[in-house]
């Protein structure tokens, strides 16, 4: 018989790090798939989300203090040691846990298990690290030392050495629930207990499960950080015209589009993300024409008044919220990403009625899947020009606006609100 695996939250974290670091899954298909989460208390649920995303987010200055304490590294083949190391240590450095619960808790993982013969290794660096990590901690370049460094010397590149470190710094830090509202934002403001920011977005901080909230059953709102709500609300008056969502799924930006007044197709080609937008239009008693196809590939029966393409990219710019990507990006799927967008903006241009517009975005920091890519489709002939934003139209958040018109946000803008996501948006306009 399959032996039951233990319902205990700290080995739960052992297999998430093994799913997100070995065997490079996204953090929350590994949460998703995981069914012994849905049999713990929710304390205990919340503690193995805290504890997974700290290591995560703290993986390069975690590994050095363990480093200080090896004389000699350990075997590849002890991957699981480490891991244990990590969790004991991200406990003891960055979580507050009483150092006896987090050495001992830990040290009972290893001998509740094959290695019990490294219990020993465990107790005695993870005592040091309770004497001495502190202060090494307290001494370390924590920006550079979790930041993989292709991605520190390309931040560093695009926006010098002091934004990058800004940027590295919001990321360890966990974003907090952002909301859009389909009616009055001052009367949910209230009712969830949010801040209205400058956007009209609703932030709520603190944890907890968002479907619990009020009016989340009856679609008086969805989930949406207020930079990925910007796109959406720079495609100027929809009401009545025709409208297509590019690369749509899961759907925050159609069901804004939609909210607004438009006939919205929204195209994917995830057939399960698309499912999604369906239980999130069916909640909001909302419509729109899906269809579920390649975008490169696709000919619409007319064209549109206004596109907005939603692009696939490394999602650099969400990493607030999903600490496990810098583990699973390398500089390869930048360049990959960037001919799919040219590809996808191409076809995204043949789709809009002369005069009409389109609004690119993507949630990365990295100026190839950005700026670039509107450079390179201008210098390709294509025909269409930039239809610069104007302050007036991001009233408060005028410094997100770049010489061109266009719109970076950058994770530790509004640091003092939580920060938002990293988002590149353009604006353009068709030509005759
Ligand atoms: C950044 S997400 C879109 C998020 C969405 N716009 C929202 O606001 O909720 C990118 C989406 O592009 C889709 N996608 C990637 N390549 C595609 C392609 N060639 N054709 C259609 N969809 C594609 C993915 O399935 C994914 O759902």
């Known amino acids: 018989m399959a032996r039951t695996p233990p319902l205990d ?256 197709t929204a195209v994917d080609r995830s057939a399960k993300r698309m499912l999604r937008f369906r239980r999130n239009l069916e909640r909001l008693k909302l419509a729109a024409t899906i269809v579920e196809t390649d975008v490169a590939g696709w000919i619409p029966p007319a064209l549109f008044d206004a596109v907005l393409l939603d692009a696939p990219c490394t999602a650099t710019g969400t990493l607030r919220r999903h600490p496990d990507g810098v583990h699973l990006k390398g500089p390869g799927d930048v360049a990959y990403l960037a001919d799919q967008q040219h590809a996808l903006l191409k076809a995204a241009v043949s789709m809009v009625k002369p005069g009409g517009t389109l609004v690119y975005c993507v949630c990365s920091l990295e100026p190839q899947e950005g700026e670039a890519q509107i450079t390179r489709l201008l210098d390709s002939g294509a025909s269409i020009c930039r239809d610069p934003i104007l302050a007036t139209e991001v009233p408060g958040l005028e410094m997100i606006l770049t010489p061109a018109g266009e719109v970076r946000t950058l994770p530790h803008y509004l640091a003092e609100k939580g920060g938002m996501d990293a988002f590149f948006i353009a604006r353009l306009k068709r030509l005759e």
């Open 9 to 264: 939250p700290r080995s739960i974290v052992l297999d998430l790090l093994d799913s997100v670091l070995a065997q490079k899954r996204l953090l929350d298909e590994s949460l998703d798939s995981e069914p012994r989460l849905s049999k713990l208390a929710d304390r205990d649920r919340a503690f193995v989300r805290l504890l997974v995303a700290t290591i995560l987010r703290r993986l390069g200055q975690i590994d050095q203090v363990i480093g200080r304490c090896l004389e000699r590294d350990l075997p590849v083949k002890a991957i699981r040691v480490r891991n244990m190391l990590r969790l004991g240590a991200a406990q003891l450095l960055f979580l507050d846990t009483p150092p006896h619960a987090a050495i001992s808790t830990t040290v009972d993982l290893a001998k509740n298990s094959q290695l019990a013969g490294f219990a020993k290794l465990i107790n005695a660096v993870l005592r040091r690290l309770d004497r001495e990590g502190r202060a090494w901690v307290a001494e370390q370049d924590a920006a550079p030392l979790n930041t993989p460094s292709w991605l520190w010397q390309s931040w560093r590149a695009t926006y010098g050495e002091d934004l990058a470190r800004h940027i590295a710094a919001a990321h360890q830090v966990e974003a907090p629930v952002d909301i859009t509202v389909a009616g009055d934002p001052t009367l949910w403001a209230e009712r969830l207990e949010a801040e209205i920011l400058p956007t009209g977005t609703l932030r709520r901080h603190g944890g907890g499960d968002v479907t619990q909230l009020p009016g989340f059953a009856e679609g008086a709102w969805w989930v949406q950080d207020l930079a990925a709500s910007l796109p959406a609300k720079l495609m100027g008056s929809l009401k009545g015209k025709q409208v297509a969502d590019l690369c749509a799924a899961p759907g925050g930006k159609a069901l804004q589009l939609a909210v607004a007044g438009a006939e919205v």
